[in-house]
């Protein structure tokens, strides 16, 4: 079983910017890959496909799950696999200490 599969993503911004098209990729369990590339190559826009944050066309499996964005059950149980650390820890932490930060996800998934 893969732990994450791509099947000919693609995704346009409103301004018509293609940032993915045609993009396909297996990660097998246990495999490490790193996504590397200039600023505005795609990376960022590819990872928020992941747990559906952006929406674009093509399949996303995670774990053997199809990602289906209009199936509220499927995206929660997608987002418990799925996590974003992002670049800038001003965009990531928001509460007032580290510790209630790295505690509030687990806290609020019970």
Known sequence: MNSLKLTNLAFAYPDGHQALFGVNLEIKKGERVAVLGPNGAGKTTLVLHLN???????????????????????????????????????????????????????????
């Not at 199809?66 to 799925?82: G, P, S, Y």
């Not at 932490?93 to 509030?104: A, G, N, Q, S, Y």
């Open 52 to 110: 559906g944050i952006l929406n674009g066309s093509g399949e996303i499996e995670v774990a053997g799950l199809k990602l289906n964005v209009d199936d509220k059950d499927n995206l929660l149980e997608i987002r418990r696999r799925v996590g974003i650390v992002f670049q800038d820890p001003d965009d990531q932490l928001f509460m007032p200490t580290v510790r209630e930060d790295v505690e509030f996800g687990p806290f609020n998934m019970g």
